[in-house]
């Protein structure tokens, strides 16, 4: 995605179309427009003939050309295929390369911070209803995605969650579920690159009511932060300025409405207990 903008970048700063570009190239413009989209996969012989059209010198160009082949490396997750819808494999690849990643849920525990047992309970409700061996994947998926919260190279990101008291009153399973769901909550608060925020129902409305989503943020200075919004069978992407700044509003007005990171401990912790009453 970040090579591709790039492409962009410097296509329109040579002032070429699209269709230019895709002329001297021999190839469709569609095939352009989907390399700068990140689309399809970015062919190292392509790449070196539109920067030889956009007049990259060759240092940049080699650097370019490095980053292209470590672009076109596949992601761990990819062993997942059979597990991983096309849309999702891209909120994957969002959570590998950000170094922020903030956001709101109101229903479920992020899947970030989900125990086996209680993803296994979240995972069953998708439709069409998955067998037993599908399932099985999909939280192996889940729960290798947490992995990333405590890597070492490259440092982990900062996860910055707000979850509405809904998700912590409505049972999951068993008892147990919950219980051991609720403990992995409050260890998950030790880790120094997760704050974690209850929105109490007490605190009335807020501007986020309307739906779970994701803000990403990207450790190149020049790549825009991306927000993900989910839906029953998909999400939508979008790096619009206007649309990320709006749900980096909503969530910085959210949080001040939230309980303290003090306070969500010792919420959770009381749930836990009426858990055990």
């Not at 672009?71 to 990819?78: H, I, L, R, T, V």
């Not at 209680?118 to 061996?133: G, H, I, M, S, W």
Request: overall charge negative; charged content about 25%; glycine content about 4%.
């Amino acid at each position: 995605m970040v090579l591709g903008r790039r492409l962009q970048e410097l296509r329109k700063a040579k002032g070429l179309s699209a269709q230019e570009v895709g002329h001297r190239l021999r190839q469709a413009h569609t095939t352009v427009i989907r390399m700068e989209q990140a689309k399809v996969t970015l062919k190292w012989a392509t790449v070196k003939a539109m920067l030889e059209i956009y007049g990259v010198d060759e240092t940049e160009a080699m650097q370019f050309l490095a980053l292209t082949d470590q672009a076109n490396e596949p992601g761990w997750w990819q062993s997942y295929r059979d597990a991983l819808p096309s849309w999702f494999a891209v909120h994957v690849s969002l959570e590998n390369s950000a170094t922020h990643i903030r956001g709101y849920e109101p229903h479920v525990v992020p899947g970030l911070l989900q125990t086996d047992d209680y993803a296994r309970d979240v995972l069953r409700l998708n439709r069409p209803r998955p067998t037993q061996e599908e399932l099985d994947r999909r939280v192996a998926l889940r729960m290798e995605r947490q992995a990333l919260l405590t890597r070492t190279d490259p440092a982990p990101p900062q996860l910055w969650i707000i979850m509405d008291e809904t998700v912590l009153r409505r049972p999951a399973g068993e008892p147990e579920v919950m219980k051991a769901q609720i403990d992995r909550l409050v260890e998950a608060m030790d880790l120094p690159n997760v704050t974690l925020q209850v929105l109490a129902f007490t605190a009335g409305l807020h501007p986020g009511a309307f739906g779970p989503f994701t803000l990403f943020r990207f450790p190149m200075p020049d790549f825009p932060d991306i927000v993900c919004t989910d839906n029953l069978s998909s999400a939508t992407y979008s790096e619009n300025d206007e649309e990320v700044a709006l749900h980096r509003e909503v969530l910085d007005r959210m949080s001040a409405q939230a309980m303290s990171k003090r306070r969500t401990r010792e919420f959770l912790l009381n749930v836990r207990k009426e858990l055990d009453a």
